[in-house]
């Protein structure tokens, strides 16, 4: 079976400064990886995914991660961060391979930015 | 649809009462996914459908809890004698390309009171 740790569960950052969100996730088999976004009474919504190759993805809304297998982690960064960034952002992970259907995530990192 | 629609957006129910959840997938989407999000938490998985059929329900958490998708389209997530402890937000999603390729409906706020 697949977990996933977030470690933070609340961040707080100001306006234009950077932001890492950590996630480290363990399996016995090969995973993908990706990065969903909640904004208030809204559904989830995905930021990034990782499925092979370049081990850096770049996402939407200026977000990005890398994986790295070795340290079993996909920490999301943005270099500066807006007002409306402010969400709740969730790590998950799955199985690497056709017919693995299930997502299992991480406990969730609120982040609030701070004008 | 343009999007995964899920409805009612909000339901509060009384104690052992009945319940039906009702999620439509965008159009085509062959996949479609049941997750329960308790306060605090991540999204839980449920059970998947492929087509018509329930191609895993491991996470339904007791016999209360069932589903259907009769038609292949839209689903229906049935929770019987309701407790306290079923208060959260169901989300559902739909795919065509499995875990690639969620969207997720915004969800039905559970209350059981």
């Known amino acids: ?115 | 649809g343009a999007g995964v629609s899920q409805t009612p957006s909000n339901k509060v129910t009384e104690k052992g009462k009945y319940v039906e959840l009702r999620c439509d997938p965008i159009s085509g989407h062959t996949a479609l996914y049941w997750y329960r999000q308790s306060l605090g938490q991540g999204p839980e998985f449920l059970i998947y459908f492929q087509g018509t059929g329930a191609a895993d329900d491991s996470g339904l958490p007791n016999d209360r809890f069932f589903a259907v998708r009769p038609e292949g389209s839209v689903s229906t997530l049935k929770i019987q004698r309701t407790e306290r402890g079923d208060s959260a937000v169901y989300l559902c999603a739909s795919s065509l390309r499995g875990a690639q390729g969620y969207t997720f409906g915004s969800g039905t706020r559970l209350t059981v009171v």
């Open chain 1, 1 to 115: 079976a697949q977990s996933v740790t977030q470690l933070d569960s609340q961040v707080p950052v100001f306006e234009e400064a950077p932001v890492e969100l950590r996630c480290n996730y363990s399996s016995s088999v090969s995973v993908y990886l990706f990065w969903y976004v909640q904004y208030p009474n809204q559904g989830l919504q995905l930021l990034l995914k990782y499925l092979s190759g370049s081990t850096l993805v770049k996402g939407i809304n200026g977000f990005e991660a890398e994986f790295n297998k070795s340290q079993t982690s996909f920490h999301l960064r943005k270099p500066s961060v807006h007002i409306s960034d402010t969400a709740e952002y969730f790590c998950a992970v799955s199985k690497a391979n056709f017919g693995n259907e299930k997502l299992t995530f991480g406990t969730g990192t609120r982040l609030t930015i701070i004008p």
